[in-house]
């Protein structure tokens, strides 16, 4: 039997996946702009944020009008509140979009103090983390899910040692450098969180999909 | 202090035929005491064959037989000793409608006990007092309790039969739709009534609203064609229910 009330879930998934893509893009372009140091880009991000802002509470209202309205449970139950959720993790990953881009504002126009070399690695895993996670609410597909979650300790590990290299080559050696350091160490610990958000979206995933709670238990993924 | 969880009722491989339908197949289930228990499930698949087999008022309908046990107090209330009346006395039930009698408020109560032996003026009305009481009737009913039961709003009339019963002193509350023919706010009513009535009784309910299941109940069991599906902590069969024919049917898919 076909539902009415499945447009309305269908209404509420596109909205997702709308608020998605322009996520995506959101850490695609201040990693873009961290790499070129590029004070037009940032400015860019920081401008489109508050589309991103506007999505997330447009699916707020839409996940409070359909719990009041049909009172769902089980399954639907789930998927609903788990959009509550994720809406706010994407919401906080374009943040930290804009807080990367703020650093990037404060760095342009000086030289960079050092090559990057785990800072790219580290982008490059936040934007594998978070594109993975997305997918694995799209396609509902737990097994994704559960190997972005195992990604978030290389994610610690990165961020770990972009500190130490930053505090003991750079900043205790030779205290002028600290404020082009303290960006940097910032924007390490930007792509950190964007981890750790793209981990809560999984930890969602499969709770809506198997009803299964891993959050705070990462023993139970192995 | 509710007491600590026990079996008030436990049911064992339980079937009722009526003539060759089968309409109860091998159920086991267990009823919990000082907890509200709601079945649920689309019409003719069980479920008030079940709620009358607890009391056996299955036994009135012709044709209906019995295969199985229902242990209540230690005893198969199925064995030849059962008394019926004492049964039906300690395991009550509240129908669809009310059914007050065509009598007095006051005799509404007092007619059962009086069924069983008791005349004590005192007595009596201390029955009346505590039964009105407990059912939030006694304000609203004091200065009229030798009005005819027939003048009361749907819901008086209700919470009367559940008063009814109370006077009783059972120790099981069956209810068969008990909201079905009220309006949401006397339902929402009657649903705060069986919250406060689980201090001191068992209830098992039946009802068709699935959102008067997870308002109320404790544990809900799903019948489907005769077969409890599933069987559950109420919180659990509404956001995660285990099998898909509960899934189904909880969504609105099915049903």
Redesign the interface.
């Given at each position: 039997?076909t539902?009415y009330?499945d447009e309305e879930l269908l209404e509420l998934n596109k909205k997702i996946l709308e608020m998605s893509a322009e996520v995506e893009s959101a850490i695609g372009n201040s990693i873009k702009a961290l790499r070129e140091l590029s004070r037009e880009k940032a400015e860019a991000i920081i401008k489109d944020d508050d589309r991103i802002d506007n999505i997330d509470l447009a699916i707020e209202e839409k996940c409070l009008n359909l719990i009041a309205l049909y009172?769902?449970?089980?399954?639907?139950?789930?998927f609903i509140v788990m959009c509550m959720k994720i809406a706010t993790d994407l919401e906080r990953i374009a943040d930290l979009a804009v807080d990367i881009a703020q650093r990037v504002l404060e760095m342009a126009g000086q030289p960079l103090l050092k090559p990057l070399i785990d800072i790219p690695k580290l982008a490059t895993l936040s934007q594998q983390m978070v594109r993975e996670a997305i997918n694995s609410f799209v396609n509902k597909d737990t097994e994704l899910a559960r190997s972005v979650i195992l990604k978030d300790n290389e994610a610690d590990e990165l961020r770990n040692l972009v500190q130490s290299e930053l505090i003991n080559d750079y900043m205790s050696k030779d205290p002028s450098t600290a404020p082009r350091a303290v960006a940097l160490l910032l924007v390490a610990r930007h792509l950190e969180r964007i981890c750790d958000h793209a981990t809560n979206v999984a930890e969602d995933v499969i709770y809506m999909v198997k009803?299964e709670q891993v959050r705070h238990h990462p023993e139970s993924l192995k | 202090m509710i007491a600590a969880i026990r079996n008030i009722i436990e049911v064992k491989n339980l079937s009722v035929f009526y003539g060759k339908f089968q309409a109860l197949k091998n159920i086991q289930l267990n009823i919990q005491a000082n907890r509200i228990t709601a079945l649920i499930g689309p019409s003719g698949c069980g479920k008030s064959t079940f709620l009358r087999a607890l009391n056996r008022m299955n036994d009135l309908i012709e044709g209906a037989r019995t295969e199985g046990e229902v242990i209540f107090d230690g005893k198969n209330i199925y064995g030849p000793e059962t008394d019926l009346l004492e049964l039906r006395k300690r395991v009550g039930m509240v129908f669809q409608r009310p059914n007050p009698f065509p009598l007095s408020i006051a005799d509404n109560i007092t007619y059962g006990l009086r069924v069983h032996g008791q005349n004590d003026r005192i007595f009596l009305e201390e029955k009346l007092y505590r039964s009105l009481q407990a059912v939030n009737l006694w304000e609203e009913l004091k200065d009229r309790l030798y009005e005819s039961a027939l003048k009361l709003t749907g819901e008086q009339q209700q919470r009367l039969c559940i008063a009814r019963l109370l006077a009783l002193e059972p120790e099981v509350v069956l209810m068969d739709e008990p909201c079905s023919a009220l309006d949401p706010v006397a339902t929402a009513r009657i649903e705060d009534l069986m919250h406060e009535l689980k201090k001191a009784y068992t209830i098992v309910i039946v009802t068709h609203n699935m959102q008067q299941a997870a308002r109320v109940s404790d544990y809900t069991g799903y019948f489907l064609l005769g077969d409890l599906v599933e069987f559950g902590e109420t919180n659990q069969i509404f956001t995660s229910p285990k099998d898909k024919r509960t899934e189904d049917y909880i969504t609105g898919r099915f049903g």
């Open positions: 039997m539902r009330f009172q769902p449970a089980a399954a639907d139950l789930r009803a | -």
